[in-house]
């Protein structure tokens, strides 16, 4: 019955920001990621937070975007700034490092 829900995708144009959100149910895990997966492409990893709030990022991401959770909520975020045509994927919250909780995905399009 554990589920990760993400919200927040959406198009937008080069230079834009989004901020995706995942909000897990009946699990709380110490760490959290999200991961992204173009067409045709395997799936990679963006940023991962743990429970201090330590943070790792890609290096394609480093810089614009950055991943947060607020615990009391148990919502994790990913804000993403100054997007680029590239960073267009479907972008999944994970649960635990190495992931064993995946949610089903909120896309993001990047227009030139």
């Known amino acids: 019955q554990v589920q990760l829900v993400e919200s927040g995708g959406g198009s937008v144009q080069a230079g834009g920001s989004l901020r995706l959100t995942c909000a897990p149910r009946?699990?709380?895990?110490?760490?959290m990621a999200w991961f992204r997966q173009a067409p045709g492409k395997e799936r990679e990893g963006v940023a991962t937070?743990?429970?201090?709030?330590?943070?790792t990022y890609a290096d394609s991401v480093k810089g614009r975007f950055t991943i947060s959770r607020d615990n009391p909520k148990n919502i994790l975020y990913l804000q993403m700034n100054s997007l680029k045509p590239e960073d267009t994927a479907m972008y999944y919250c994970?649960?635990?490092?190495?992931?064993?909780?995946w949610g089903q995905g909120t896309k993001v399009t990047v227009s030139s």
């Open positions: 994970a649960a635990d490092c190495p992931p064993n909780y």
């Open positions: 009946a699990i709380y895990s110490p760490y």
């Open positions: 937070i743990d429970n201090t709030g330590s943070s």
